[in-house]
């Protein structure tokens, strides 16, 4: 699909990619030490439809950690995940399953619909996930292997690398919503800043992938 303006007047662009697929996962941690493994504990995506500007669906679960299954109070406070939350959850081969299924309800499996993840840098794909896969022994996806890293994007339209979410949001005049650092809140933030990109007659392009 050809990509073009439909003027300067705020009206949208038309995109490459029919959806967004915005991921922010969250990790065990602790303060001082690096907790090894690390393992994800919370697994949220929206699927922001890059036509209507419209969170379409959400995949959210919370994944039970196996080897640091305690969270430490520095991970409670930062992600405001508590030990409840965690406990009794699936763990993570099974919620990974979870969300392939939900890939394929939603049609994103079907190659004519294109599809791409959004994260703030490039740690959720680049790092935590082919970890976490290599820890539970169990094979990534492909559609894991490309994205855009948000912060790229936004350095393109404003000439400035951003430190994180927060500056992003500072830059763009957009609320905070929600809790920093909660996955499925970040998640929601970091749509806000896709959809005002979009706004601002950007087309999102694939700066993101696997080596
Ligand atoms: P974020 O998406 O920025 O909320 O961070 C993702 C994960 O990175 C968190 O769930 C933590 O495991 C880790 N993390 C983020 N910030 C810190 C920090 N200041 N200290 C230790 N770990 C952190
Ligand atoms: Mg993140
Ligand atoms: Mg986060």
């Given at each position: 699909m050809a990509a073009f303006r439909t003027g300067s007047n705020g009206d949208s662009v038309l995109q490459n990619f029919d959806y967004f697929l915005v991921l922010d996962f969250e990790a065990t941690c602790d303060n001082e030490t690096r907790l090894m493994p690390q393992e994800i504990i919370e697994f949220p995506v929206l699927k922001v439809n890059a036509r209507t500007h419209v969170v379409d669906s959400i995949f959210h679960q919370y994944v039970r950690p196996l080897f640091n299954p305690h969270l430490t109070p520095f991970c409670t406070e930062l992600t405001g995940i508590v030990q409840d939350m965690v406990d009794n959850q699936k763990c993570f081969?099974?919620?990974?399953?979870?969300?392939?299924?939900?890939?394929?309800?939603?049609?994103l499996l079907n190659p004519e619909i294109k599809s791409i993840f959004v994260t703030c840098g490039d740690w959720d794909l680049n790092s935590m996930l082919p970890r976490q896969c290599e820890t539970s022994r169990v094979r990534s996806m492909s559609y894991f292997s490309r994205w855009i890293n948000i912060k790229k994007s936004?350095?393109?339209?404003?000439r400035t690398f951003p430190k994180g979410m927060m500056p992003m949001l500072t830059g763009l005049r957009l609320q905070h919503v929600g809790r920093h650092h909660s996955g499925i809140d970040d998640c929601r933030n970091i749509a806000n800043i896709v959809v005002e990109l979009m706004k601002q007659g950007y087309v999102f392009r694939e700066n993101g992938r696997l080596r």
């Open positions: 081969p099974e919620v990974f399953k979870d969300f392939n299924q939900w890939m394929e309800a939603e049609g936004y350095a393109d339209v404003t």
